[in-house]
Each structure stands twice: as structure tokens, then as C-alpha cells.
């Protein structure tokens, strides 16, 4: 079960195994587009390309999609990046239901573990493998693979890198599971964090904050959506920054170069290499500065 191209690695990792896929459940197709066209989601392509039986239930809940899901009789269910299952769901198969979770569980508990894990400018964050339980991100842990953020990590890369990651312990986990060695631990609930879903506020950036603070946010929202300031009124997102040293208020201009220009921080400063202005295309800040020309001492936010 899953939607987006997250788990489409994990989906075709278990369809090249040794492992049987009856049914691949994914949400129905959404209207997209001036031609408001139907477009299927990344895991039904995979689906289709494969061959496989498709369900697009409208909702979890439905008695025929539960009754169809019970006739297939499963062993297991796979969850990867998909809606929260009702207990009538995951309790259908015979050795449970579990679920690819992109933290290292208990940190970061919800749907925007990345986001956070970049937010609060971890160094270290992995996947987690679980048994469903009724309470989200709760189950008993079967696997874990971690991996370092590095500097230059935004949210494209890390997504990247964790997406190519699941796929190897979704099937390590599924073998597990098949030979009867999955050994499962709680969780210890002390240590859990929130990563709750990110709203517009998340994504702006507050400059009378620190610097790093300011740096990680907008990492934790690039290349899309964009962490976000605002120039004269106008939206305008920041793509791409680097710490650097400077004094100033903060929200204001204290340095201008060819190719970038830097904000006051509340400690120190931010080096803005990249951005969108409102209905306009990402561009570099020198394509920028040719257009919209910039005085030291202007006061973003």
C-alpha cells in the first residue's frame, strides 16, 4: 500500500523477489491540469507496468474493499508513504501489517519526519520498519538502517537518499518476516518527538532567529515548497543559503554581491544564492538583482 514515488522503490524491490505482490493498494486517480485529466499516482504506474491487480478504495473504511482485501487472504501488508489503516485493515494478515517510517523511531513520530529532522538540524536520521498498531507510529520496531545528514543535504537529497534506502529494508524486513525471524521491540515512548504536518507558518522564515535556524529551514523546504520571506508585500521563496558572519537588524540588507546578497540574522547571517519570486521561475540571485535591484539597509520579512 502506498501513494507517492517514496515507495516506489520498495514496490519494485518486492516485485523483482521471491515474494508474491496479490494486490498493490494505492488512492484513486486525481483530476490534474487545465484538462482536469485523470493522473494515477506513482505507485499505480509501477502497478500497471507490472502487471499487478490495482484497489483504488475512495475510502479505507468501505465493507467491499475490506471483504476483496480478506479474499486475497495476505500474509502480510506493506504500508509505504499511504493513508493511516484502520484496524479492520491491518489486522487482515496473518503475520501483521507494517509500515516504512523515514525517522528513526520514536523521534519524529508523524507525517513530516524529514522536514523536521532537517528543521532541527540533525546530524544523523534513518528509517524505521514497524508493526501497525491503532496509535500512529507506535508499533513494535523490527528494523532500523540510519544515515548521516550531511551540510549540503536539503530536503530533495534527503528525500533521494532515504527513498533508495527504504527499498533494501522493506525487503529485508519482508524476508524477515516470511522466515519467522522477525524479532519486534517496543517502542520507549519517553524518547518520542513529534514531526507533525508542515503548514505555510513552517515554512516562514523568521530572520530574528539564528542564522542556523534560519539556514535549516530552508533546507527542510528545498527545492519545493520553498521556505518563504516576504520583499515590499511580495511573496518571496529562498531556495538556497549559507551561513556567514554579520551584524545588523534583523530581516535587513548588509551585504550585496554579483551572485548573492546577505540578511541579518539575530546571530549571525544569511548568504541567499537562490530564490523564487511570486509567479516567477527559480532563478539565481544574480538574475535577480538584474531585475529587481536591491539597497543595503531594505528590510525583508
Not at 513530516?112 to 546530524?123: R, V
Not at 517496543?186 to 515554512?203: C, F, Y
Not at 538584474?290 to 520579512?301: A, M, V
Request: hydrophobic fraction near 40%.
Amino acid at each position: 500500500m502506498g501513494t507517492p514515488d517514496f515507495a516506489v522503490p520498495a514496490l519494485k524491490a518486492l516485485h523483482e523477489s521471491s515474494h508474491l505482490i496479490q494486490a498493490v493498494v494505492t488512492v484513486p486517480d486525481k483530476q490534474q491540469g487545465r484538462g482536469r485529466r485523470e493522473r494515477p499516482s506513482a505507485v499505480k504506474s509501477v502497478a500497471l507496468e507490472c502487471n499487478l491487480p490495482i484497489l483504488q478504495p475512495e475510502k479505507l473504511t468501505d465493507s467491499d474493499f475490506i471483504e476483496n482485501l480478506k479474499r486475497y487472504a495476505p500474509d502480510v501488508i506493506v504500508v509505504v508513504a499511504f493513508r493511516i489503516l484502520p484496524e479492520a485493515v491491518f489486522t487482515i494478515p496473518r503475520y501483521g501489517s507494517f509500515n516504512l517510517h523515514a525517522s528513526l523511531l520514536p523521534k519524529y513520530r508523524g507525517a513530516a519526519p524529514i522536514h523536521w529532522a532537517l528543521l532541527n538540524g540533525d546530524s544523523e536520521t534513518g528509517l524505521t520498519t514497524f508493526f501497525l498498531k491503532r496509535r500512529v507510529d507506535t508499533g513494535n520496531i523490527i528494523k532500523q538502517a540510519k544515515t548521516p545528514i550531511l551540510p549540503e543535504d536539503n530536503l530533495h537529497t534527503l528525500y533521494a537518499k532515504l527513498c533508495n534506502m527504504g527499498a533494501d529494508l522493506v525487503l529485508e524486513t519482508t524476508n524477515l518476516i516470511a522466515s519467522g525471524t522477525a524479532v519486534a521491540g517496543e517502542q520507549d515512548n519517553s524518547l518520542a518527538s513529534p514531526a507533525p504536518k508542515v503548514t505555510s507558518e513552517t515554512r516562514l522564515i523568521h530572520f530574528d532567529e539564528s542564522a542556523e535556524q534560519c539556514h535549516n529551514r530552508v533546507r527542510a523546504f528545498a527545492p519545493t515548497p520553498g521556505a518563504y520571506t516576504y520583499r515590499d508585500g511580495s511573496l518571496l521563496k529562498i531556495l538556497s543559503t549559507r551561513e556567514v558572519s554579520g551584524d545588523g537588524i534583523p530581516g535587513s540588507i548588509i551585504h550585496i554581491s554579483e551572485d548573492s546578497f546577505t540578511v541579518a540574522c539575530k546571530e549571525g547571517a544569511l548568504e541567499i544564492m537562490s530564490i523564487q519570486p511570486e509567479s516567477k521561475k527559480v532563478m539565481d540571485v544574480a538574475s535577480y538583482l538584474r531585475g529587481y535591484p536591491i539597497k543595503i539597509g531594505e528590510t525583508l520579512g
